[in-house]
């Protein structure tokens, strides 16, 4: 066992309980994730900048980079899955003291993190291309992919270890920190990316170049943090542990970011074989919208993490009132916010699309409808997001998994695998706001009893109070 210290290491520390404890829950929620909100937008839109140069390659490249996508995603998953899993109980042990205990997961994190990821590019060397095969890579995508592949995954340990620390941060309250983290690398790489693609001649090379950069430069900035022992939060050689039970609960509390990335990965697989049957313009057209919404979802994903932080300090402080209020406020924001962007993304459709300069007309037909029907949905995500991450934080481990298999397990995988074959293409297009639609369903109802649960937790409280004066 981790022996716990009574009190904070830092006048940091102190400030930081205070402030996630005692401040007015909406603007706190806000104030930690618009941070994270722009950081999550400046990732995605580097990655959705790097899609828009590419597509000056043509519509081989464009399909390459929906490959790309869901390599990528299985390394965030990496470093997510343990950030999480660390974050979770982290900010539940600085919400109840427990100093130690917390720093000992966040060095330990930050170890597994690293050496998982170098494992995971070692083995995606050796079997590349039956790997990007898998992903959706037809044999005029192949190359593309091919040769950004192999340069990405040398920044592989970088970019995981990027996620885990910016997830560290969140959990501390200090999300403006991974902003600025991730945010530099982002800002970065879209002004770099085109100079390596056509300046230097490079080709998508230089985008994946210009991508393992930048991952680089933000793993620098968000270690420093550490290294230079600011915040509550302590990560040191010293801390990592030998216990396996650390490690172990590390999985266990990041199983639903792992499930819910790793279905990502395979459900992106699977679309890109599926939309391949239509060609690389069906290749193509998919992983346009995809970005699109990655973008889109961005600033939901943003504002959760802002949540989450919050929600854990204050269930470690069993302060049950400022838990129902973190959990309604993100939800109402949430959804006003995903109105809006659904609004404007259902719209303006065909200029969205037409952004990506993509002079094939099945793209553009195949593009629009699909970004429409996903818009159609974007009032019910909040729902589905800010559910998943609230039983991963509080640790209901078996739930959050659940829901995070949901979307693209449960629903959407058969979807994709089935309604091809029954109405066609737009079977492809429309299997993702059809899973959006049943995994409401699902998470709504386990939301629903949560929030019960949490209420009779306040009446409990407010009894006992009364019992004792």
């Known amino acids: 066992m981790v022996k716990e210290v009574p ?17 007015a829950v909406a603007p706190l929620v806000l104030k930690l994730g618009v941070p994270t909100m722009l950081s999550m937008l400046v990732t995605a839109l ?21 490959v790309i996508f869901a390599l990528q995603t299985i390394i965030q998953a990496i470093g997510i899955m343990i950030g999480q899993g660390c974050a979770a109980q982290t900010s539940r042990l600085l919400g109840a003291k427990a100093y130690v205990h917390a720093n000992t997961l966040a060095s330990s994190g930050l170890f597994l993190s690293l050496l998982f990821s170098s494992l995971f590019a070692l083995t995606a060397w050796a079997v590349l291309e039956w790997l990007l095969s898998w992903m959706g890579a037809t044999a005029t995508i192949l190359p593309y992919a091919s040769t950004y592949a192999q340069i990405i995954l040398l920044a592989c340990p970088f970019m995981a270890a990027s996620y885990t620390l910016n997830n560290l941060l969140r959990s501390e309250g200090l999300a403006i920190v991974g902003m600025m983290g991730l945010g530099a690398g982002g800002v970065l790489n879209i002004g770099v990316a085109p100079i390596f693609i056509f300046v230097f001649d490079w080709g998508i090379a230089g985008a994946a170049w210009a991508n393992a950069l930048c991952q680089i ?15 509550s939060l302590q990560i040191h050689c ?99 916010l995903m109105v809006a962007l659904g609004l404007l993304g259902f719209i303006f459709a ?13 793209v553009m037909n195949v593009g629009v409808l ?100």
């Not at 430069?217 to 915040?231: E, V």
């Not at 998919?286 to 504002?303: E, H, K, P, R, W």
């Not at 993490?305 to 406020?329: I, M, S």
């Open 217 to 231: 430069i933000s793993f620098t900035i968000l270690l420093s943090h550490y290294l230079r022992g600011k915040g």
């Open 350 to 362: 065909q200029e969205v699309v037409g952004f990506f300069e993509v002079n094939d007309p099945d």
């Open 238 to 336: 010293s801390f990592i542990s030998k216990e396996a039970t650390i490690y172990f609960s590390i999985f266990k509390n990041g199983l639903p970011s792992l499930t819910r990335n790793s279905l990502g990965a395979v459900a992106a697989s699977v679309l890109n074989l599926m939309a391949g049957r239509y060609g690389d313009a069906g290749v193509a057209a998919m992983s346009i919208v995809g970005q699109v919404m990655i973008m889109t979802n961005a600033f939901l994903i943003g504002l959760g993490q802002g949540f989450q932080p919050v929600l854990g300090y204050n269930w470690g402080a069993k302060l049950f009132d400022r838990v129902k209020t973190a959990l309604d406020v993100t939800i109402a924001m949430g959804t006003v």
């Open 7 to 23: 009190a904070p290491t830092t006048n940091d520390a102190n400030r930081t309980y205070r402030k996630m404890t005692e401040e």
């Open 46 to 66: 580097y990655m959705t900048a790097s899609t828009y140069y590419v597509s000056y390659l043509g519509t081989s490249a464009v399909g390459a980079m929906g």
């Open 370 to 469: 699909a970004l429409r029907l996903q818009c159609s949905v974007a009032i019910i995500v909040p729902v589905n997001v800010i559910g998943n991450m609230a039983f991963q934080v509080i640790g209901r481990t078996a739930v959050g998994t659940l829901l995070a298999a949901t979307r693209q397990g449960l629903f959407f995988l058969p979807l994709i695998l089935i309604l091809p074959g029954q109405i066609g293409l737009l079977g492809v297009q429309s299997a993702q706001p059809i899973a959006e639609v049943l995994s409401f369903f699902v998470c709504g109802y386990f939301l629903w009893h949560f929030r019960t649960e949490v209420q009779n937790r306040i009446k409990t409280q407010k009894g006992g109070e009364l019992n004792s004066k």
